[in-house]
């Protein structure tokens, strides 16, 4: 972990002027945001399979408002280094991303000068086949709201997986090749939508609760590996 720790300040001091010091001086430094970013890694690592630990990808460091300023001028060279030493880290560590790293650093005034916090979240990357799209190109009665987009399910159904076959892929670890297949039943102008599980190894979680086929409806939760899809429905809301 240290050489880590040591490897991002050689490459820090290589990559900004001593202006980047000066700022820091008095308030949090950059190594103390990459030692909590590896904290953060290792203390949410989740257990896939004996060889596989599954980590989040999504950071967000909170910082307060004297800091934040501070930090504007240099934000995009210290997100590619932090980003950098994640994921030197993750390869070390033998960790498994959840999808694309991403740091982002927001402004929290209810900090004082020199404390931060880091949060984090698994974010897999979600892509849509053409059949099912995301809604602002194609209107639907059903969607589907999932790490931060929306996809419409047809009324063919949508397939959600891992393999590239999946009509919604979800580059999740802990979800299979083929896992669910949300479905879509109209009866006259009704609507009645419905997840199935394919056989998947880690299984469906509607609202909490294991199952192989059920009943959804508007603001259901579907859990699939580690990631959350929420179930909207035009005609129930």
Not at 160 to 166: F, N, V
Not at 171 to 190: K, T, Y
Request: aromatic share 4%; proline share 3%.
């Amino acid at each position: 972990m240290a050489g880590v720790l040591q490897r991002f300040e050689q490459r820090l001091e290589g990559a900004v002027t001593g202006a980047f010091a000066r700022a820091f001086r008095s308030a949090v430094q950059p190594v103390e945001i990459a030692a909590a970013l590896q904290r953060e890694v290792d203390n949410t690592a989740h257990i896939l399979s004996r060889d596989r630990r599954l980590v989040p990808n999504d950071f967000t460091v909170e910082l307060s408002d004297s800091d934040h300023e501070r930090l504007v001028p240099f934000g995009d060279t210290l997100v590619a280094e932090l980003s950098t030493m994640v994921q030197d880290h993750v390869t070390e560590q033998r960790y498994t991303l959840a999808g694309p790293l991403a740091i982002t650093f927001v402004n929290t005034p209810e900090l004082g000068t020199g404390r931060f916090r880091v949060r984090s979240k698994t974010n897999a990357a979600v892509t849509g086949s053409e059949g099912a799209t995301n809604v602002t190109t194609r209107p639907s009665d059903v969607t589907l709201e999932v790490n931060g987009g929306t996809l419409a399910v047809p009324s063919t159904g949508s397939v959600i997986g891992r393999g590239s076959e999946a009509d919604i892929k979800i580059d999740d670890p802990g979800i299979s090749r083929r896992h669910a297949e949300v479905s879509v039943h109209r009866n006259g102008g009704d609507v009645t939508v419905s997840v199935v599980d394919l056989g998947s190894t880690n299984g469906v979680v509607l609202n909490g609760h294991r199952v192989t086929s059920a009943v959804v409806a508007d603001g259901s939760e579907i859990r699939l590996g580690n990631t959350v899809l929420v179930v909207r429905i035009a005609g129930d809301r």
